[in-house]
């Protein structure tokens, strides 16, 4: 049976952060902890292969205890088992400790519930926006790498095969690779799925494995939290725009303003540089 | 138990766990842009970060060198050159036409490993991001993802500072611990160098790092998006917001747009009310663009937006109160009603061109597009 392994992250709903705008900070308080949004794309992903295929889902998390409730929500639409890999020693993880660690993690799971076919991530996490995470696992793992998956055109579990539909900027490529690979999921993939009554229950009672820096016997520990973490934010602050001497055009009536306008625009540089004559 | 420890035992060693020990930085010099290219084709990311890269390697004295992979791409390190580096490293070979992580990768990590450059800069493009992450890991060094601003310290550190929390703050990040300082960066954020064909410089051609056949992930197929507006290169933009009350006001922007030979952008607030598609939003989570014109119609600017458009060369800004913020940043501001002002600019430039041309009939007067 085949063995997926998707890596979801609990973040802050961004969309609810404010800034203080006397303090000019960020407003932090009551803003509602969710499921990364691309993540939930990529389980639905997994539980589809599953539906079709037959798979074993296992989804882990790095983070504190209270992402507890993120894996229950993943257990309750159809996840197999969730991980948390928890511990103080793991705070301040940028993306390349982060993904150290979710490597040890699938590695961890291999051993346990037998070799993974298939690594499945969110494009990026709305908090951290890098993308950098997913790429940095396959590295660790030394397996394919398919991001920005929109399509899963199909998967061949005989050949161990894999189609997707990789979007870029320009259009979309059709790309095949062997398992076993990482995929990172835009949310075109799919419509993730609704929890069923059954997997609410099972989610009510379930409670998630936890691991910490002592599962790990082979842990680098100068590799994990902040001591792992080459990137140092040094500042941060609320960008102002730039300032500009607004000419307001007024005239009687909207031909006037137009007219205006038009010739002001003739007066400066961008008739050479547009190459209006 | 005993069976599991064996397991794990015969695993390879993972990636991106080197170096041990101390190790010298300083003998890394110098500033690398990977050039980003398709069908021989260089985005114009790259170029602009060859503006901004002359720029670091200026203030750091030290060379600016490129990086050009692809297959049939040697012109495309003469133009690296006159776009602005000192020394162009060339892999040029067939299985490498298409993009593909890891044969990519490989060629990446030869050339930072054997040239040593102390900064690294990418597109944030989608290869682009895919690639950088590969590579930053293998290293292993830091990367700051999506940067909008770059600049060096007195210490030779890469002060990389990005967007964050939906860009509603910048944050300025370091590495100190590794080289090279990697970073990618926004297409239209900075501006490429003047293209100039006496400027000289070297090129270093590199092998493939990966034989054909140990490459096992392939590209059936590229389909082109048709009809996808190409909003990072246009020179004139004709954006929309809320205020323009419904989807069929982006008409009137594209009647504009068509006269002027620009193309119609819009803001998160119209998009995600679905008035017209995601491929023309600009500023948070859309484009970020740089044109030499920029209209904002019916768009209060907000800081999301404002971060995506503010570099533009002249912005106009028209909008019916009088206090919205997009007038902050406006060269020229009408207050007034859209529906009335917008189609009465798009009739004074035909008239205006329809004038030069009856002054001209020699020579009809069209916009030139890009």
Redesign the interface.
């Known amino acids: 049976m085949l063995h997926l392994v998707v890596c979801i992250k609990q973040v802050p709903d ?2 609810e ?3 203080d705008p006397k303090t000019n900070t ?1 407003v932090r308080e009551g803003v509602p902890a969710i499921v990364n949004y691309f993540d939930l794309h990529a389980l639905e992903e997994a539980l589809r292969i599953k539906d079709e295929h037959g798979a074993r889902v296992t989804v882990i998390t790095m983070g504190p205890p209270s992402a507890e409730k993120a894996l229950r929500q993943c257990i309750s639409m159809g996840a197999d088992e969730a991980v948390l890999v928890s511990d103080r020693a793991f705070a301040g993880a ?3 400790a982060t ?2 660690v979710l ?2 993690a699938i ?1 961890k799971a291999e ?1 346990e519930w037998g070799p993974v076919d298939m690594v499945l991530c969110g494009k990026q996490t ?2 951290g ?8 696992i ?5 397996i ?5 998956v929109e399509k899963v055109e199909y998967l061949d579990t005989e050949k161990r095969e894999i ?1 997707v539909h ?13 398992l076993p690979v990482l995929i990172t999921a835009l949310a075109e993939l799919n419509r993730p799925r609704r929890a069923s009554l059954p997997g609410l229950l099972r989610a009510a009672r379930y409670r998630p494995i936890v691991w910490t820096t002592n599962d790990f016997p ?1 842990i ?1 520990r100068s ?1 994990i939290g902040l001591r792992g ?11 102002e ?4 001497n ?5 005239g009687d009536g ?2 006037a ?3 205006a ?2 010739d ?3 007066a ?1 540089d ?1 008739p050479q ?5 | 138990m005993a069976e ?1 420890e064996q ?2 035992r015969k ?2 060693p ?4 080197q170096p041990e020990g101390d190790v010298d930085w300083s003998s890394y010099r110098g500033v690398l842009v990977v050039v980003e290219q ?1 069908a021989g084709k260089a985005k114009s990311v790259s170029w602009q970060l060859l503006g901004q890269g002359r720029r670091l390697a200026d203030k750091l004295e030290a060379p600016l060198m490129a990086l050009v992979i692809g297959s049939n791409v040697s012109h495309l390190a003469r133009e690296a050159i006159y776009y602005g580096a000192d020394r162009v490293f060339l892999c040029d070979s067939p299985e490498l036409e ?1 993009y ?3 044969p990519y990768s490989r060629v990446c990590l030869h050339v930072i490993r054997t040239y040593k450059p102390e900064i690294v800069l990418m597109g944030a ?3 682009g ?2 690639l ?3 590579i ?3 290293l ?7 940067s909008t601003q770059l600049d060096v310290d007195d210490e030779r550190l890469l ?1 990389a500072s990005r ?4 860009e ?11 080289k090279p300082q990697m970073a990618t960066a926004r297409a239209g954020v900075f501006e490429a160098l003047p293209r100039d064909e006496s400027r000289t410089g070297e090129i270093i051609p590199v092998p493939p790092q990966m034989k054909p056949e140990e490459i ?10 048709t009809g ?1 507006v190409n909003l990072e290169d246009a ?2 933009i004709v954006a929309g917001g809320r205020g323009l009350g419904g989807p069929g006001a982006f008409r009137l922007l594209q009647d504009l747009a068509d006269e ?2 620009g193309v119609v952008g819009a803001s998160r607030a119209a998009v995600d009310l679905g008035w017209i598609g995601h491929d023309h939003q600009i500023g948070q989570t859309g484009a970020t663009v740089r044109p ?2 920029y209209f904002a119609i019916g768009i209060s ?1 907000a ?1 999301q937006h ?2 995506g458009m ?1 570099n533009a ?5 028209i909008n019916k109160d009088p206090e919205a ?1 997009i ?11 859209l529906f ?2 917008v ?3 798009t ?3 035909r008239q ?1 061109k329809a004038a ?1 041309d009856a002054a ?1 009939p020699q ?1 009809p ?1 069209t ?2 597009t890009v």
């Open positions: 961004s969309r952060i404010r800034i960020l940028d993306t390349l993904s150290y490597a040890l590695q051993d709305l908090d926006d890098t993308g950098q995470v997913g790429p940095g396959a590295c660790r793992l030394d394919e790498q398919l991001t920005y189609v990789r979007h870029l900027e320009d259009g979309v490529e059709r790309v095949k690779a062997k082979n680098d590799k973490s080459p990137t140092i934010v040094s500042k941060t602050w609320v960008p725009p730039k300032q500009v607004t000419e307001f055009i007024e909207p031909e303003v137009a007219q306008l038009i002001r625009l003739y400066t961008l540089k547009l190459g209006w004559t | 599991k397991k794990e695993r390879k993972m990636v991106g766990l398709r298409n593909r992580t890891r493009t989608y290869t991001r895919d950088a992450g590969a930053a890991t293998h292993p060094t830091g990367l700051t993802a999506d002060l967007p964050a929390f939906s509603k703050m910048l944050a300025t990040i370091l590495c100190k611990q590794f096992t992930t392939e590209v059936l197929e590229f389909l082109e998006a996808k020179d004139v002027l030979g030499k014109l600017g800081i404002v971060v503010q060369t002249y912005i106009v800004a913020p007038f902050k940043i406006a060269n020229y501001g009408i207050v007034g009603d009335q002002i189609p009465a600019i009739n004074a430039i205006r030069k001209d020579q007067s916009p030139q």
